[in-house]
């Protein structure tokens, strides 16, 4: 299992602060970032917690998947490599 983690269902009002102390229960954050909207900067309701080692990642998950963090039950598993998608160049502004 690697240490990076993705976060899901997150409430709108989860800062990185937040997020980070939340996960501080679990063991040792290296870093934590909820996903924004680059033209909003509204939370895309995700984001990415790094704990400081496999064993506390895996611990992380156990003890806080399904949890409630700022009033919503949080998703918590392993982070995924991202996809490379074919680009939309369908899309003008």
């Known amino acids: 299992m690697a240490s990076k983690l993705f976060v899901g ?21 290296v870093s934590a970032t909820v996903i924004k909207d680059r033209e909003t900067n509204r ?8 704990m400081s080692s496999d064993e506390e990642a895996k611990a992380a998950v156990e003890q806080l998947d399904g949890k409630e963090l700022d009033g919503r ?8 490599p991202r996809e490379e998608r ?8």
């Open 9 to 29: 269902s997150l409430a709108w009002t989860t800062t990185d602060d937040s997020l980070k102390d939340f996960f501080a229960g679990a063991g040792t954050v």
């Open 43 to 50: 939370s895309k309701g995700f984001g990415f917690v790094e």
């Open 73 to 80: 039950a949080i998703v918590v598993n392993e982070a995924r």
């Open 86 to 93: 074919p680009r939309d160049n369908s899309r003008r502004y």
